[in-house]
């Protein structure tokens, strides 16, 4: 908690190129350069920085950010309710519900709608494969549309708060943990991450988790192994941003057959549930033809398919496979823990306890991760912006 | 965006008289005097010329926005949030539920009990005919009588959201439309309007956006046509109120037979559909009594009566009876478009998609209107109130 | 409305010890000391009068205020949120259901996940005898070593909005009346208040209002009497409290076998009905195994026990045995006015009218309490910052 530490940020930050980040919106992280990715990372510290120091980062004197979730969320809502409010944006929640997801004039309208005043859009839609990203990308082109028509005056950036191909505000907290936990960015190269599929008693969790960490942590020299049971694939296309990442960066992407090869001397382990791709595309097809029947024989088939795979457990005896058996465990959170919130899950209650502080830490970034997102999409000159901010000096708390 | 413009408006604000708008409620427009009015229409474009210009009108150091909807409305909720939080207020629901309409002692109770901090009350009540405005009286009177008492500090104004009479909010952002595409409201002397009901295959929708416009329109020497099929009549105390302000102002109000005498010649059109009057106060009784059955058989019945009306549909062919065939095609939104939102509906798409970026622009004008009848309600001196902020010139955004 | 008469509260409130206050929690007013207690109600008051005075009391320039409100509840919701907003936090609200109540992990989890950025956390959790209070330790406890841990940078209290056992925001609004109503806290010893059962046609109301009065009111000297019928009995821990408090107060707590008992020559009455807490607890276990049928069958149960004792009503009859047939009636609303909102209910209809304007004023001080008890936890020196306030002198409105 230095003054001086968030100056030398500020500086670093000034070095950044962030031009196209300017009234931009944020989708993937393989949108985006790596000195946009740093810049991101130093925005959110930063902003914790100044938290710790009660200076208010507030930028916005009035301004709405839009919450749009398809589904029950307390975590990423906190989330952004919590970054929104730090930079002075009050939250409005535009429930669409849960089942009908608008198309065309439906979309341009109530995008336009609701942006007169709006200033930041954050979309949840992680349920329909190949449905959330196509989804988010119409809202952010009928804004654009709308701005060039001269229908909204300022033009409202999009921040992917989960989507069905990634996850960049989990992944980008993820990183952030990372980096902090290995005292820097230059410490990662040649780092092994072992990111693996684990028994769930639940069905349909997205892939945007596993998909958004190998198209992240590919970017950073690091080792990343991927392992999962069969029927368990990501989306192929995501694997190939994974693999030539790793060519770009100096690392590596490779597929393990099981948890025990992919944690075998893994600095880092990720280890959680995901659905098969092929069951998640037959289930949005399924939804669209409001066949219940239908949805919940496959979420039974899913159930059964599951159980087949009990033996993927993070335990304490794989965790002794990995490097000297102190491999970070990492996880998005609510993990499913054997004996305490399911008979048999994710992981041995053990492992959980003995991190649940790194834990709690690791999800503690993703309110900054997310401010900076849209520190970094309003502001042309974010280190300027930081330097009257700095000036200014107004206390959080009085 | 120049702030000279705004500071000229500003002045004419100061020669306008809205000394009995303070701590006073919006209910009809009827109840404003013309010069009122146009100090609505003066602080909308002040509000919006000061956002252009990054210049932040909030006038709220903190504050409560109170919103009670009957119904649920992402359009006019976000419009009242953004109105809100421009000025500085937060938004808090109140959540009546939509069937329960309280009476009496409950209304009176509720009303003083939400209002210990509460600077304004936005109320949609537009379901059931003869209830809506009464509602919104009883809130007000019993606020009003808190503030005597000496229960209240401050006394909360009323803004109608909508209501069974008449849709302020929705007419004067239509009229700041036409003002506007009109280059004035000097212009609009002798301009033709034609408000007419159109073919929807819904159900149901209020009768208070034709009531408002007729009631609106009519003040700024237009005339206008209502055209209707026979049994759509609206409510006979505002065409009356529509044909005194029609005397007043040098224009005329008329009532045409169809669609087609309606658009003839005519500089705007306003092709809406809207519920019989005589059904609408038969379903108010229904819901009263909890008459499910009831209700769904009126339902049946009504959906087959605009059955019979599909005709009344705007079209290109009666677009090209209007001035020039060029007429001004408005609509509050969402409108029932043929071939895009339903088989049949209130308008061709291709009209529609023509007139798309005006009516999205339409729309835009709700929010500072709302704002400008918060505002209105809220400063003795609005000019003075303008001056200082702008003297202030806090940016919105940093 | 002097800043004078606020300077002198500023003064007083110097002289308190207040330390203990800073950064911790209000669960039960028999946690705090006398001079804490006095502290609220003099941060109250100055709320108030600055309020009154257009003096904006904003402290905070971003921060949540999270609420948690296991039932519905409309008036809570607006003090919580009217005293948030007040003091600059937005509100969030947690929903986690009704009926789920969540224990161990997940408290624990959500409570720091919610946390990050969150200053205050507001419970009410007033349904299940046993669970209200623990629920909130946990909450409280969980932050606490979510803050030790390092993962929350900042510790939010938690203030207690109605648990099973106290519900001191509304025992401390009725004690500001009570004080502003006999002119003093230094009027009160030796006056008499009745805390009574009264007749409802609605079962399960909680008992942590009559707890909360009984708890509280004894600490003033004051001589309180408690009555109900047999089998209404409050929980006996609470009871010992309130004799232990009238001993060293040198006040007293006596039991009366009827209404009229305690009416006598009393002061100050307040009638109102409760659940017996023995079916609290069976309900409780009831709904803890699911057992609808069972609740349903308790239900019809406590109807009809209720209905045995439809004498106790406050009565004109039973007013004029009060002193001087002038006793001030209090409820803390609403209440269930025979004839008005029930057939037979707590209060006869021209009592209950008579005391109307005191009755809205009584519950005006809950966003004050609410707001002094956020301060005090966040102010190390609360006069210090008043002061501060005060000098700044910002305008609530322009």
New interface residues.
């Given amino acids: 908690m230095s003054k001086i530490f968030t100056n030398e940020l500020i500086k670093k930050l000034s070095l950044l190129n962030t031009e196209k980040m300017y009234l931009n919106d944020f989708l993937h992280t393989w949108d985006k350069t790596d000195q946009e990715l740093s810049a991101i990372y130093t925005v959110a510290t930063i902003l ?1 920085e100044m ?2 120091d009660n200076i ?1 980062p ?7 950010g839009i919450s749009l979730f398809r589904d029950n969320s ?2 990423t ?3 952004f ?2 970054a929104c ?4 944006l ?3 929640d ?1 429930d669409e519900g849960k089942s009908q997801v608008a198309h ?3 979309v341009r ?2 995008a ?3 942006s ?4 930041i859009i954050g979309i949840r839609d992680d349920m329909y494969i190949g449905k959330g990203h196509a989804y988010m990308k119409e809202v952010a082109e009928s804004i654009e549309a ?1 701005h060039q ?5 300022q033009r409202p950036t999009v921040v992917n708060l989960q989507c069905d191909v990634d996850h960049p505000t989990q992944s980008m907290s993820d990183m952030l943990h990372i980096i902090n936990t290995f005292g820097g960015v230059e410490n990662l190269k040649g780092k092994k991450i072992a990111m693996t599929w684990a028994y769930s008693p639940s069905y349909g969790k997205p892939l945007s988790v596993p998909q958004g960490i190998i198209g992240l942590m590919t970017r950073f020299g690091m080792d990343v192994s991927l392992a999962h049971p069969e029927g368990y694939e990501v989306m192929p296309e995501v694997e190939e941003i994974a693999r030539l990442n790793a060519q770009a960066s100096g690392g590596s992407f490779t597929k393990a057959a099981s948890m025990a090869d992919a944690f075998a001397d893994a600095d880092i382990v990720y280890p959680k549930s995901w659905a098969p791709f092929v069951a998640m595309e037959k289930r949005t097809e399924l939804y669209g033809n409001g066949d219940d029947a239908g949805i919940k024989a496959l979420e039974k088939e899913l159930l059964a398919q599951n159980a087949l795979h009990k033996d993927w457990e993070c335990t304490e005896d794989l965790m002794t496979k990995t490097k000297n058996g102190k491999a970070l465990y990492m996880h998005c ?2 993990a499913d ?1 054997t004996g ?2 399911c008979d048999e899950g994710e992981v041995a209650a053990s492992v959980f306890d003995r991190y649940r ?1 790194p834990l ?2 690791e ?2 970034y ?2 900054y991760i997310i401010a900076a997102m849209i520190f970094l999409s ?2 042309k000159n974010p280190s300027d ?1 930081f330097k ?2 700095m000036d200014q000096e ?5």
């Avoid at 007169?116 to 200033?119: E, G, I, K, L, T």
């Avoid at 028509?149 to 005056?153: F, R, S, Y």
């Avoid at 107004?394 to 009085?398: D, K």
């Fill in positions: 914790e938290r710790k208010s507030k930028v916005f004197d009035s301004g709405l307390t975590r809502r906190f989330s309710a919590s409010n730090l930079l002075g009050e939250v409005q535009l065309g004039e439906t309208e109530t336009n709608m609701v007169f005043m709006a200033d709308g028509e001269g229908v909204l005056e959170l609510p823990i305490v919130s502080v709690y830490k999800a503690s993703k309110p309003k502001f912006t009257t901010l107004t206390s959080r708390i009085l």
